[in-house]
Structure formats: structure tokens, C-alpha cells
């Protein structure tokens, strides 16, 4: 019965932001397009020389973003200080779990859950790494290039685990 409920329609989410970070520690730079490379990750990221790595691409729930403000007391949190290459909005992350996913043209593999670093009490002060803890998001393989843009459906593919199937 669970496993049937796992495996139910999704509604598809959109892509909310974009963010590339070009080295090492430098600030992570917003931007309405990007270039994903297969195998690799995002073009301009740090991570897209990782080639077949896990960490190619790394996303975040614009709804995780809201729960670690409340957990930080504030009102809301850029999502450049956590670092992730996309924010999507109206989808539940934990539902790609295992899955293969499309973001406009481009076709991801869930890799893992995104954990927060050592930077989290950096980026966001005292108590910042607690507040992530949970809501990292996720990273996740570059199976398909193709661009990315701004407001492109996020959109989880239904069948096997593999990708197998049609879009939920």
C-alpha cells in the first residue's frame, strides 16, 4: 500500500532560481539561464568538473527556504547563502527520491539528500548549520543535457525508479 502511495502522481513544481558557483568559496552568482552537461553538471559551476560524480547538480524546495527562515527567526533567506544550483517551487523534493526528473530540457537522476556544511553558521549565522538540517534538498546526475530556465516545469517521471515511463 505505501509503496503504491510513493509511486502516485506528482504535481509538477517550476524552476524558481538559478545560481552557478564559479570556484571554491566565491559568491554564488544568480542567473535566468544555464547550460546542463551530461555526466557533468551545470556550465560555470565548480562542481560541473566533477565528471560522473553524485554532486553534479544541487536543488532546493523554495518551501525548505521559508522553513529554515522560521527556524532562523527571519523573514526569508537568499538562496545564495545555501549555496544550491536551483530552486524549485510546488514540489516535494522527496518525491525524486530514486527518481529520475525532468527540469525544462534536461533530464536529472536523484543522487542523494543535499546535507548542510560546515559554512551553513557562515552563510547564516549562529545556529544556521541546525537550521538546514533536514532541508538541504537534494543533488542529483545530469542523465540529458540541455538548457535551463527560469519558470521550466519541474516534472517527476513516473514508472521505474530508473526513469522508465511517463512524466507524473
Known sequence: MLARLIDGPVAPGRLAWIGLRPARRAPVRAVEAARAERGQGLSG???????????????????????????????????????????????NLSALRNRRFRVGEVLLE??????????????L??????????????????????????????ERLLGTPDGGGVLA
Do not use: K
Open 45 to 91: 559551476d565548480r562542481f560541473a568538473s566533477t565528471r560522473d560524480g553524485a554532486r553534479q547538480v544541487t536543488l532546493i524546495a523554495a518551501e525548505q527556504l521559508r522553513a529554515i527562515a522560521g527556524y532562523l527567526a527571519r523573514e526569508a533567506v537568499e538562496p545564495a547563502r545555501l549555496r544550491r544550483n536551483l530552486v524549485v517551487e510546488g514540489i
Open 125 to 154: 549565522g549562529p545556529g544556521g548549520y541546525n537550521a538546514v538540517r533536514g532541508h538541504g534538498g537534494i543533488t542529483a546526475r545530469v542523465i540529458e543535457g540541455g538548457a535551463l530556465r527560469l519558470g521550466d516545469p519541474v
Open 110 to 123: 536523484w543522487s542523494g539528500d543535499c546535507h548542510p556544511c560546515s559554512r551553513m553558521d557562515e552563510e
